[in-house]
């Protein structure tokens, strides 16, 4: 019999420790002391008279505490339980003499209790056992999750460092003493990192460490417990140096080519305002004269005024195109004029409501800043008027003291970013903005949601960064 507030594997385990206790010799010794007894309160029950004999009871059945006790001591629920049942049935001939000299009434009080230690000490043992294997499939569990660690920490080619609560080097794998050094033990990790920062805050930077190579900083916190003193830090480094090198090749790469693109359009801009529209506002000048000649039909002269107008119309519109691929405005005034100027013949163009809005002390910055700011802004406006339907567009800009932050800003249809693959979709307009920033050693951000218009944000800073430093990240 078990309690509902027992583990449900006390049935089991108390099965399994039935079997092995058959096997051994002390358990039958224990049930032949229990025979003993029987016999012995038997034949005194048969030959001694109650009234006046040494034992006016009997043999107490008391007695059968021990080895009752000891059975269940030593072999649990099950072995407590089998020997209080074997006792109890070796007592039913004493229970059946006649005259009531087998003391029926206080023997069965007697063989209740002996039944109930049986039970209450089993199962205490039985549940001291569980416990106890619990304890011991538990510890065994963490110390092979704990080997496992230690496996992976030795034999991890990252190298790998655990601090203590104070900052100090507890513990290094072989991939960190290899890099760093076999006397890092007990130093302070900030040694490491030249002091910049606290290793909490290094997170997710990258380093240079004595190797020469770059390293991004993991950083994990283990529980309390895992170094000296509280506490303990986790510090992964990452090599991340073919990482960077490539990163910093595809920069050079799309600088050059920003370059590149840039100087085609300086150059195809020179080359239509020096030969095409200069042509045609030759045509049409020359048109204008032939059309006021005397003797010029009327109706030759209205078709040769028509022929001049469309002309002027060409040489307007390659006037708007060199413009639009390098602005003078730009070079010889500057990043805001140009961009007022843009804004103007987008409004004039478009109808779409345009702002521009400056704030902070306007300067000169060098020339790709500026060229890329306006690209940013015109690549923005051209998707804005094209794609977004906007009615309003507002351009902020702000200088502060070593960055220049523009802020693109329309009321169109809006998209999801997270959304868009620009390689598939044909955004690359988005893409190229980002590029361009991201060359300039500055960042860009949009943000947008369906039917919320678009916000492009780019931050790029007042002085040129060579393209060798430039970082993409």
């Known amino acids: 019999m078990t309690s509902p507030h027992d583990p449900p594997e006390i049935v089991p385990a108390a099965g399994r420790d039935a079997r092995p206790s058959l096997r051994e010799w002390r358990f039958w010794a224990v049930q032949a002391v229990v025979v003993a007894i029987a016999a012995v309160h038997l034949l005194v029950d048969l030959n001694i008279s109650t009234a006046s004999g040494a034992f006016p009871a009997g043999i107490p059945v008391a007695i059968l505490v021990v080895p009752v006790g000891y059975a269940a001591l030593r072999y649990g629920l099950a072995g407590g339980l089998a020997t209080s049942a074997w006792a109890t049935l070796l007592w039913l001939p004493d229970l059946f003499l006649p005259k009531d000299h087998g003391h029926v009434g206080g023997d069965l009080v007697d063989l209740a209790l002996i039944d109930v230690v049986a039970f209450v000490f089993g199962r205490g043992i039985e549940l001291e056992r569980l416990a106890r294997g619990r304890i011991e499939r538990a510890t065994a569990e963490r110390l092979g999750i704990e080997a496992g660690y230690r496996h992976l920490f030795e034999a991890n080619a990252s190298p790998i460092l655990v601090l203590d609560a104070r900052g100090t080097i507890h513990e290094a794998n072989p991939a960190a003493s290899a890099v760093l050094g076999p006397g890092m033990i007990g130093r302070a990790a900030t040694e490491l990192f030249a002091g910049e920062l606290p290793v909490a805050e290094q997170s997710g930077k990258v380093v240079a460490l004595a190797d020469g190579r770059d390293y991004r900083v993991g950083i994990v916190t283990l529980p309390a417990g895992s170094g000296k ?13 073919e990482e960077r090198s490539e990163r910093d090749r595809a920069t050079r790469y799309a600088a050059l080519v920003v370059d590149a693109e840039e100087d085609q359009r300086r150059r195809l801009a020179r080359e239509l305002h020096d030969e095409p529209l200069q042509l045609f506002l030759h045509l049409a000048r020359r048109l204008e004269s032939l059309g006021g000649a005397a003797g010029v039909p009327i109706d030759v002269s209205k078709g040769l005024d028509d022929a001049r107008r469309q002309a002027l119309d060409a040489a ?15 070079d010889q005034l500057g990043l805001v004029p140009a961009l007022s100027s843009l804004l103007a013949d987008i409004e004039a163009e478009t109808g779409v409501v345009t702002d521009l809005d400056v704030t902070g002390a306007t300067v000169r910055t060098a020339p790709d800043i500026e060229l890329g700011a306006f690209r940013i802004v015109q690549e923005s406006a051209r998707n804005s008027v094209r794609h977004a339907g906007a009615r309003h567009f507002r351009v902020t800009v702000s200088y502060a003291d070593d960055e220049l932050t523009l802020t693109a800003r329309d009321d169109g249809r809006g998209f999801d970013p997270g959304s868009v693959d620009a390689l598939e979709s044909g955004h690359l307009g988005l893409l190229g903005m980002v590029e361009r920033a991201n060359v300039l050693g500055g960042h860009l951000e949009v943000r947008s949601a369906p039917g919320t218009g678009t916000v492009v944000e780019a931050t790029l800073p007042l002085r040129s960064v060579p393209s060798a430093r430039r970082d993409p990240r």
Not at 229 to 241: I, M, P, S, Y
């Open 229 to 241: 003193g509280g506490a303990a830090t986790q510090v992964v480094l990452e090599d991340v140096t």
């Open 316 to 330: 307007a519109r390659l006037r708007t195109l060199a413009r639009d691929l390098r602005p003078p405005a730009l």
